[in-house]
C-alpha cells in the first residue's frame, strides 16, 4: 500500500513540473533591441555625398554671336562649354576674333610680352574660362549705367582668356565676359552676351542645358 502511494505522488510531483510554462524565450524569436534614442522619429537624411552631388548640378551652354558698343572694337564669340555653381568648377571655350580693332579695355593691352599690342582686325584664335565668378557689374557701352549681372541656371559670368596665332598656352588677353539665354540688360534689349570693355551683342544661338528652371 505505501508503495503505491509514494508512486502517485512522484508521478504527480513529476506531470505537474513538466506542465509549467518556462520563462526563457524560444531560440528561434528574435530578441528585441531597444532604439537608439530619438531614432524612433528621426527624419533621414541624404548623405554629405549625396547632397553634394543634388547641389552640383552642371549647366551647359552654348554661343555664337557678336558683341560691339564702345566706341571702338567689334568682337566674334562661338563655343561654350559647362559650369558647376556649387563647386565653381568650369570648363569653355570657343573662337573669336577681332573684327575690328578694340582700342579700349583689357582687349587693348596685351598681358604676353612676346604679343604685345591691342587686338586688330582679324586677330584672335579662341578663348577659354579663367574662372567662374558669381557676378559683376556691366555695362553695354562706354555711356550706360552699370548693371548687375549674377550666375545662374540661365545665366554665367567668365573670367575668361583671349588668343592670338602664335599665342600657344599664353594668353594675350584676359576679360570678363557674360552669356546669357534671356535680355541681360534693362536699357539694351535683346543683349545676351558680353565682353568687357567691347560692349554688348545679340547671339543667335545661345543654349543652357541641364538647368533647374526653379532657379
Not at 524565450?25 to 537624411?45: F, N
Not at 573669336?96 to 580693332?101: D, G, I, L, M, S
Not at 574660362?129 to 567668365?158: G, I, N, R, W, Y
Request: negative net charge; aromatic residues 6%; charged residues 15%.
Amino acid at each position: 500500500m505505501m508503495k503505491r502511494v509514494a508512486a502517485i505522488v512522484i508521478g504527480t510531483v513529476f506531470v505537474v513540473g513538466c506542465s509549467q510554462t518556462s520563462p526563457l524565450s524560444s531560440p528561434s524569436s528574435p530578441a528585441s533591441v531597444p532604439a537608439s534614442p530619438g531614432s524612433e522619429h528621426s527624419t533621414v537624411s541624404a548623405s554629405p555625398g549625396s547632397t553634394a552631388l543634388a547641389g552640383q548640378q552642371r549647366v551647359g551652354f552654348s554661343l555664337n554671336g557678336t558683341v560691339s558698343g564702345f566706341p571702338k572694337g567689334v568682337v566674334f564669340l562661338s563655343g561654350g562649354g559647362a559650369f558647376d555653381r556649387t563647386s565653381h568648377d568650369v570648363h569653355a571655350g570657343g573662337g573669336f576674333t577681332c573684327v575690328e580693332p578694340v582700342l579700349q579695355g583689357p582687349l587693348s593691352m596685351s598681358i604676353n610680352p612676346d604679343d604685345p599690342g591691342p587686338c586688330l582686325t582679324d586677330q584672335g584664335v579662341r578663348w577659354d574660362t579663367a574662372a567662374l565668378l558669381d557676378s559683376t557689374m556691366f555695362k553695354c557701352t562706354a555711356a550706360a549705367s552699370l548693371e548687375p549681372a549674377t550666375t545662374s541656371d540661365h545665366e554665367v559670368v567668365l573670367q575668361a582668356d583671349f588668343y592670338r596665332a602664335g599665342d600657344g598656352n599664353e594668353e594675350s588677353f584676359t576679360a570678363m565676359m557674360i552669356v546669357s539665354d534671356h535680355d541681360i540688360s534693362a536699357n539694351f534689349p535683346g543683349a545676351n552676351i558680353w565682353v568687357q570693355g567691347v560692349g554688348c551683342g545679340t547671339a543667335k544661338n545661345v543654349n543652357f542645358a541641364g538647368a533647374n528652371t526653379a532657379n
